[in-house]
Every structure is written in C-alpha cells, then in structure tokens.
C-alpha cells in the first residue's frame, strides 16, 4: 500500500527567504519549486496521496497555473491543500491529523518532504521510502554520502554546489531532508521544532543554543552531548581545511551513537537510511545556490536518473 506524503511549502516561522520571497514559491527554470517536487512524488510509485502545507490561496493558483491537479489525476495520487500554520510542527502535525484514518492507528506513517529540494528524483524517494519501511524505526531520517554530493561540486567548465556534512566514523553523510515517520509514536515532538530552528551547522551560536537546551531539559540523557560537541568539532575542522585532524575527531562518533541519543531525546525508535543520489540533500538556502540550481536542473536530475537505471543493471 502506498504511502502518504506531507509537503512543506510554508514561509512563516524559522522558514528562509530567497531572493526576498518564499522559497517555495521561487521559479526554478520557469516553474516554481514546490512544483518541481510536488511532480517528482507524483510520479513516486510508492506515493499514493499528497498534502500540501502552504499559503493557501497562493498554492491553489500555482497548481491550477501549472496543471498540477490534472497531473495528480491522470497518476491517481489526489493533491489536498493544507493551510499553514505558525511553525514546522505545527504545519506537520495538522497535515498528518488529515492522513488518519478513521480509526486512529498508532503506527500510521507519513513522509515528511520540504519544497526547496528541486533536484530530487522519484527512484531516491523509492529508495528511501524502501528502506524507511525495513528499518525497525518510528522516525527514519535520510542520508547522503559526501561521495554522492561530489557530483554537484564545481568544476572548472560548470558551476556548482558545496553542501556541509556531518562528520562520523563511518564517513561524511549529509541529511537528505526525506523524512519517514509516525508522528503518534513520538514522545517529544517539540525536538523536531528545536533541531529545526537550530539547523544550520555552520552557525557556532546554533550548536550552542541547542546544546544549552539539552542540558536544561534532558539531564537524563547528558551523554549525548559529548557526541554531538565532537561531531561539531570535527566538523568546524573539516570547513577550516584540517581534514587529517577532523578525521581524528570524528573516528569517535559513530552513525550508531548518533542514532541512539536522537531516539533518546525523541522518546522513540529513531534510524537512518543511506541514498546515493544527492538532489535530496541539496536544498535551496540563498540566492547563490539558487542561481546554480537554476541552471544545471535539468543536467543534474538527468544524471541522477541515468546512475539509477545503471546500478539496477539497465540501459543508461
């Protein structure tokens, strides 16, 4: 049976502007970006309905402009307008109430996907969804090797894209913003809002803010600082260009431990899937990458298609 997806396209809250406007609602080579994803889950197999959580009366002209209603038809995957509230949980928590079936199921899943990742591509959302479904989780978040992302760099005859990652034993991973959950079996939702509004890694005063409150409100769980302060330090290494004294630091913090002290934190079963495509992990934060995602959209979900038909052994 298919799953349900929530897609995020609101713009109040800790959500970013790009070039002065809702990034949802920015045109990626002449269509906006909540389009570009909104059409790759329609033509995700596994997906079989989608809630979108935006402005409502601008989101309902954006999908008559497009033909986004005729599109959900003919995929038979029916599109339903969420309005936004005042934050990311708030905006989850009132699109998965409207997934319930009649008789509440405890164990009833959503994906969870932002609008600012116009890369991403239906066979990555398969792949996740696939492992989501395996793994023995409540909340399974998505992951991307550094190696993936080398792809979109820049490279002396195309621009490109340099994404941060999280540095651990197994390696660099970067979130890949698909998320797999069932929210009812959650024990503390309100984390989700804290990570979220504390996101960005390459902001010290971020890290710190959330570290000051996970000492004020989990003294039970105390031990998952010394992880994530190392995870941060190896990361802060990696940006500086220490990389063989980062490589050092983070050999102590595995993929395991981090897993762990997030479930711990959330009061659920928590768990990662690893993809290896990259345009899920690329979410548009600022003009600049704007710019480059604009231009090389097509090229980089051609690519991403092409290695998914050579490493499932078909024609490229």
Not at 245 to 264: K, P, W
């Amino acid at each position: 049976m298919g799953i349900q997806a929530v897609l995020l396209a609101g713009d109040r809250g800790h959500s970013r502007s790009v070039k002065g406007r809702s990034k949802a609602f920015v045109d990626v080579r002449g269509k906006p970006m909540l389009v570009h994803v909104l059409e790759t889950l329609l033509h995700t197999p596994e997906v079989r309905e989608v809630f979108i959580v935006a402005d409502a009366i601008r989101l309902e002209k954006v999908l008559a402009d497009f033909g986004c209603l005729e599109l959900a038809a003919a995929a038979s995957c029916p599109v339903h307008v969420v309005p936004q509230r005042e934050s990311l949980l708030e905006n989850v928590w009132n699109a998965f109430l409207r997934t319930l079936p009649p008789h509440e199921d405890p164990d009833h899943p959503v994906l969870v996907v932002p609008s600012d990742i116009p890369l991403v591509v239906p066979e990555e959302i398969s792949a996740f969804v696939a492992g989501a479904r395996h793994a023995d989780a409540d909340h399974v978040v998505g992951l991307t090797p550094e190696s993936a992302l080398d792809a979109f760099a820049p490279t002396d005859g195309a621009p490109g894209i340099r994404m941060a990652c999280f540095n651990l034993a197994e390696g660099r991973l970067r979130q890949n913003n698909l998320n797999w959950v069932r929210p009812l079996r959650m024990g503390h939702r309100q984390y989700i809002q804290d990570m979220y509004e504390n996101r960005y890694q390459k902001e010290i005063g971020s890290m710190l803010r959330l570290g000051v409150r996970i000492v004020r409100q989990e003294w039970r769980n105390l031990w998952v600082l010394f992880p994530y302060l190392l995870m941060h330090i190896a990361g802060v290494l990696d940006r500086r260009g220490y990389r063989a004294a980062s490589d050092r630091v983070r050999r102590y913090v595995s993929l395991r431990t981090v897993e762990r002290g997030i479930g711990a934190m959330l009061r659920t079963r928590f768990a990662t899937v690893e993809t290896a495509f990259g345009g899920a992990a690329l979410d548009v934060d600022n003009d600049e990458d704007l710019d480059v995602v604009d231009k090389m959209i097509e090229p980089w979900k051609a690519m991403q298609v092409r290695n998914a038909r050579l490493a499932a052994g078909g024609p490229s």
